[in-house]
């Protein structure tokens, strides 16, 4: 049971979660639970404040998803450019109808369209628990668990350097719904070892080691500009930490989702209010808050999004264009696809399309995989 399942039970026990707005909800704050009997045998679909907003690397066409891990290379030493995006490779599905998920694997794609294995990358724990990967805002950092290291490391796409956590983390302590977050710089990552549990999550500094505990109540969104963004539901709190532990969280009137980075300003952030219709995630309208107040600052109904009935729905919020636009994940029945939306008049535009065709598929800046 997710911490957001349990909190939208908790708002509407006798509602039913339907469609595309199920997927919506339960893959955004998952952390997909994929054992053998669990996790469904098809896909379930998805920055503290800041000075200046970042040109996010996603890809407008990506290769097929498909592809036999003979014909793909392996991740190589040096640069290669940014990321577009990570996927997981899909569990197959037995004769029996049961998930065979041994050669899962990791894989990434850069914004030139080159795709690689990363093998050093755990993907799957022997108890199946997904192992998360997380790629920074602008596509150079690429963060991963190496089991042959026992920690984190982070991978400079650009230069091809890598540097290796001096805090030794078991695998024993990733379990279902585990999270990880990798700053810009690469400096910080935030492990979340098990959603919707107590237990607390790790900031680490890669440079000198030193770590920073984070209440378990709380989950992570983005760590930037010395500010790690938390937010805890039920009562929904927004955190503002600084990466030294300190702060107090701002208090939102109102059940508030999918929350993305602070806007470059340091002023607003931007959330899905939920109730139990889900009707904001089905029309795709979406809530700007003031981060020191806590107030609503204005509903927002995104424009220019995809009609298809009862299959589409709002996937996730993610990181800012420039200072007005920020950008928002969507999907219909056959394809998720991005959007950088205008902060003031709610028009979006389209930045990428994708089939759905992973297991996971992680986006720069983006906390939670979106398929």
Not at 33 to 60: E, F, K
Not at 155 to 161: A, I, N, P, S, Y
Not at 249 to 274: C, L, Q
Not at 286 to 308: A, E, F, N, Y
Request: proline content about 6%.
């Amino acid at each position: 049971m997710t911490r957001l399942r349990e909190t939208l039970n908790d708002i509407a026990d006798e509602a039913p979660l339907v469609n595309l707005a199920d997927v919506a909800i339960a893959g955004y704050r998952r952390r997909r639970r994929l054992t053998t009997g669990a996790a469904a045998l098809g896909t379930a679909l998805v920055l503290a404040a800041a000075t200046v907003a970042t040109t996010v690397p996603w890809q407008h066409q990506q290769p097929a998803a498909s592809q036999d891990a003979a014909t793909v290379p392996d991740l190589p030493a040096g640069k290669v450019g940014p990321l577009s995006h990570a996927y997981q490779t899909r569990c197959e599905v037995t004769t029996q109808r049961s998930l065979n998920c041994d050669d899962v694997e990791w894989r990434v794609v850069t914004a030139a369209g080159a795709t690689y294995r990363v093998p050093q990358a755990l993907a799957m724990t022997t108890k199946e628990w997904r192992v998360p990967v997380s790629i920074s805002r602008d596509g150079r950092m690429l963060a991963y668990y190496s089991r042959q290291a026992q920690a984190h490391v982070i991978r400079d796409l650009m230069t091809g350097t890598e540097v290796t956590s001096p805090v030794p983390i078991t695998e024993d302590r990733i379990g279902a719904g585990s999270m990880l977050v990798v700053s810009d710089d690469g400096r910080y990552v935030v492990f979340d070892p098990r959603e919707g549990s107590k237990d607390p999550g790790t900031l680490i500094d890669v440079r000198t080691g030193r770590t920073v505990s984070l209440n378990g109540k709380y989950e992570v969104v983005s760590a930037k500009g010395g500010v790690v963004e938390l937010v805890r539901y039920v009562k929904t709190d927004l955190w503002l930490m600084p990466v030294t532990g300190g702060g107090k969280p701002v208090r939102f009137k109102g059940p508030y989702i999918m929350f993305n980075e602070v806007s470059p300003d340091g002023r607003t952030v931007i959330a899905v209010h939920w109730d139990r219709r889900n009707r904001d995630l089905k029309t795709g309208t979406v809530t700007v808050l003031d981060v020191k107040s806590g107030r609503v600052v204005r509903t927002l109904p995104i424009r220019g999004l995809p009609k298809d009935n009862k299959y589409t729905a709002l996937l996730s919020t993610g990181p800012w264009t420039s200072g007005h636009e920020f950008t928002v994940v969507y999907a219909t029945k056959e394809r998720v696809a991005t959007y950088a939306v205008d902060a003031d008049t709610g028009q979006a535009r389209q930045l990428t399309g994708y089939q759905r065709a992973f297991g996971e598929l992680v986006l720069p800046g983006v906390g939670e995989p979106v398929s």
